[in-house]
C-alpha cells in the first residue's frame, strides 16, 4: 500500500470523495465504503466513519445487534430481542428476561447494505 | 452495536428521493427497549451526533406521539441541530418541547416542521414562543407558527442568529412599544437569512426599521393580505435605510393573490429606485397583486445598479395592470449585463423601436432560455422576433398572458390574451429559426475572410 494512504486526513478525504460522487445512491456508496473500509486496518477506522457518518434511519444500528435477534414470517423480518437495564456496553450482551416484540425491518433492507 | 452508534454524526436527514424505498419503520418498542436498556441512563445513544432530524427519523410511523418522549435518548451535549414536527401535537409533546432549551442549552439550530391551520397553530404558539424565550445561543431557527412579540424581541437580541423563518405578529398593537424597550440595539445584528410571514406587509417593515441587519444577504417576504403599493414603497425604503447596501443579495417579496387590488395605484418608478441602492443585487423576484409601472429608465438603472443580477422577476404572475412603458430597445442595456440567467418583466412590444436597419446593438445574452412575458402586448410577431433572436438567440420558450388573471388585470378580453398569446409562441419559435440563419450567415462571412 502507497505510504500516502497511511494519512488519516487523506484517507477521510477519499472517503467524503467517495460519498459526495455516490450522495443520491446511498446503497452504492455504503457498499462502495464497506469494501473500502474492509481492505486493511489503516483504512478500516475513517472508511467507517464516513459509512456510519449519516444514516437516514436507526435500522443500519439495530441490525449490529446478535443475528439470532432478528426472525422471519409473514413477509417481514421481526426483531425480537431481550433487554435488561443498563448492565454492559454491548446491547448485543443485554439479553435476559422476557422478549419483546420491538419492531419490524421491511424485507428490502438486507441487512448487508 | 455502541462502537458504530459512536460514529454516527448526522442521523434522521430527510432525503425523499432514498427515504421511502429504503427506510423500514421502527416501532415504539424499540425505542423504549434502548431506552431501559442505556448502560447509563443519561447518555446519549449516538455521543457524537451533532444533527438529529427527528421528522425525518419517524416519518411515516403512526406512532410519533409515543416515540416523540424518546428524543433524549439522542439529545446530547454534541448535538447542536435539531428539527421535529409539531403538528398534532398533544400536551405530553408540548411539555417535552418547552423542556429543550433547559435540557439542552447547547442546541444552536432548531427546526420546527409545522403543518396544521392557522386556527390549530394557535395552542402551540405560546409554548414555542416561550421556548424560544429560553434559549439564547441560537444560530438558526425556523417555525412557520406565529412567534409572540415577546419572543420575536428575544430572537432580535441574538448575537449569533444567522438564519430565520419564522411567522411574525402584528406590531400595531398596543404593547409592542413596551416589548421594543427590551430589546438590545442593535437587533438582528448577525442574520444573513430571512424568511418572514406576515399578515400586513407594515408590521415587516416595522421590525426592519427598529433593528440593524446589516449583515443581512436573503431577504424572504411572504405576506397574507394584500398590500397597498404606498407599504411596499415603506418596505423598499426601509430595507434600503436599515440594511448594507453591499451585503444583501437577494430579495423575494411575494403575496399568493392575482387580482389587482388598486388598479389604478400601480408601483412606479419612484417606489423601485430604494432597491438599487444594493450594488451586489443577484435575485429580484416580486409578486404582489398590484400593477406596476415601470419604463426603460428603470432598466437602464439595473443595468449600471445591479451589475451581478442573475434573475429578476417582477409581477409575471399577475402581470402588470397593462402599464408597463419598457421597450424592446429599452431591454439592451439589461440584457448586456453578464450574469443575467432569468428574467421575467412586462413589456410593451406593440412597437418595435429597434429594427434590422439600425446599427446592432452588440448586446448578446446566450444565458436565458426562457422568458416569461406575462402581459406583454405585441402586435408584429415578426419584427420582434428579429430583433430578439439578436439579443436573445437561445430563447426556445416564451410563457405570457398565464393565468387567466393577467388579462383580467390589463382589462383586456380573453380572446385578446390568446392572440397576444399565440403571437409570443410565435415569436419564440421564429427566435429559433432567425438565431440558426444568423450563425449561419456568420460562419458564410468568415469563410470569405
Request: with cysteine; charged share 15%.
Amino acid at each position: 500500500m502507497h505510504k500516502a494512504l497511511l494519512i488519516s486526513e487523506i484517507v477521510a478525504d477519499v472517503c467524503s470523495e467517495l460519498v459526495n460522487e455516490h450522495f443520491w445512491d446511498h446503497c452504492q456508496y455504503h457498499g462502495t465504503l464497506a469494501a473500502f473500509a474492509a481492505t486493511c486496518r489503516a483504512i478500516s477506522e475513517p472508511a467507517l466513519d464516513a459509512l456510519w457518518c449519516t444514516q437516514l434511519s436507526l435500522a443500519p444500528l439495530l441490525r449490529c445487534m446478535a443475528p439470532d435477534l432478528l426472525g422471519e414470517g409473514d413477509g417481514e423480518t421481526y426483531l425480537v430481542h431481550h433487554f435488561c437495564v443498563g448492565s454492559t456496553l454491548d446491547f448485543t450482551h443485554l439479553l435476559f428476561a422476557s422478549s419483546i416484540y420491538a419492531g419490524q425491518l421491511s424485507p428490502q433492507t438486507g441487512r448487508d447494505c | 452495536m455502541l462502537s458504530y452508534a459512536s460514529r454516527i454524526k448526522v442521523l434522521g436527514r430527510h432525503i425523499y428521493e432514498i427515504k421511502y424505498e429504503f427506510t423500514p419503520q421502527i416501532s415504539a418498542e424499540v425505542f423504549r427497549a434502548l431506552s431501559w436498556s442505556r448502560p447509563v441512563p443519561a447518555a446519549p445513544l449516538c455521543p457524537n451526533l451533532h444533527t438529529l432530524d427527528w421528522s425525518g427519523l419517524l416519518d411515516g410511523t403512526d406512532e410519533e406521539e409515543e416515540i416523540f418522549g424518546y428524543l433524549h435518548l439522542f439529545l446530547g451535549p454534541s448535538v447542536r441541530h435539531l428539527e421535529f414536527n409539531l403538528y398534532n401535537a398533544d400536551f405530553t409533546r408540548m411539555s417535552i418541547i418547552l423542556s429543550l432549551p433547559r435540557n439542552y442549552p447547547g442546541l444552536t439550530s432548531v427546526e420546527i416542521n409545522d403543518y396544521s391551520d392557522n386556527d390549530d397553530k394557535q395552542d402551540g404558539c405560546g409554548t414555542i414562543s416561550d421556548a424560544v424565550c429560553q434559549w439564547n445561543q441560537l444560530e438558526l431557527f425556523s417555525w412557520s407558527g406565529c412567534l409572540s412579540h415577546r419572543a420575536l424581541i428575544h430572537l432580535a437580541g441574538f448575537t449569533k442568529l444567522q438564519t430565520m423563518m419564522v411567522s411574525i405578529p402584528d406590531v400595531s398593537i398596543i404593547n409592542w412599544q413596551a416589548h421594543l424597550s427590551t430589546l438590545q440595539a442593535p437587533g438582528f445584528c448577525a442574520l444573513r437569512k430571512a424568511v418572514i410571514t406576515c399578515d400586513q406587509i407594515l408590521s415587516c417593515a416595522s421590525l426592519i426599521d427598529i433593528t440593524s441587519p446589516r449583515q443581512l444577504d436573503s431577504f424572504t417576504l411572504t405576506v397574507r393580505n394584500p398590500p397597498e403599493a404606498a407599504a411596499v414603497w415603506r418596505l423598499f425604503q426601509t430595507l434600503g435605510t436599515r440594511c448594507s447596501h453591499t451585503t444583501l443579495t437577494k430579495i423575494t417579496v411575494h403575496n399568493s393573490r392575482y387580482i389587482h387590488t388598486q388598479p389604478f395605484n400601480p408601483i412606479n418608478e419612484e417606489m423601485f429606485r430604494p432597491l438599487l441602492a444594493f450594488s451586489n443585487m443577484a435575485v429580484v423576484n416580486i409578486s404582489f397583486p398590484l400593477a406596476f409601472r415601470l419604463g426603460n429608465g428603470v432598466l437602464r438603472d439595473i443595468s449600471t445598479s445591479w451589475p451581478r443580477l442573475r434573475a429578476l422577476h417582477i409581477n409575471t404572475m399577475s402581470g402588470w395592470g397593462g402599464q408597463s412603458q419598457i421597450t424592446l430597445a429599452g431591454l439592451i442595456p439589461l440584457l448586456s449585463l453578464p450574469q443575467l440567467e432569468e428574467l421575467s418583466i412586462v413589456i410593451n412590444a406593440s412597437v418595435v423601436d429597434h429594427t434590422l436597419d439600425m446599427p446592432p446593438t452588440g448586446v448578446s445574452n446566450t444565458k436565458i432560455r426562457y422568458l416569461n412575458l406575462a402581459d406583454s402586448v405585441i402586435e408584429n410577431e415578426h419584427s420582434v422576433a428579429a430583433f430578439l433572436s439578436d439579443v436573445l438567440p437561445n430563447v426556445r420558450q416564451i410563457r405570457s398572458w398565464y393565468p387567466g388573471e393577467a388579462a383580467q388585470n390589463a382589462s383586456g378580453s380573453f380572446a385578446d390574451a390568446k392572440k397576444y398569446e399565440a403571437r409570443w409562441n410565435t415569436v419564440a419559435a421564429l427566435i429559433a429559426t432567425f438565431a440558426e440563419v444568423r450563425e449561419q450567415e456568420r460562419k458564410a462571412a468568415r469563410k470569405c475572410e
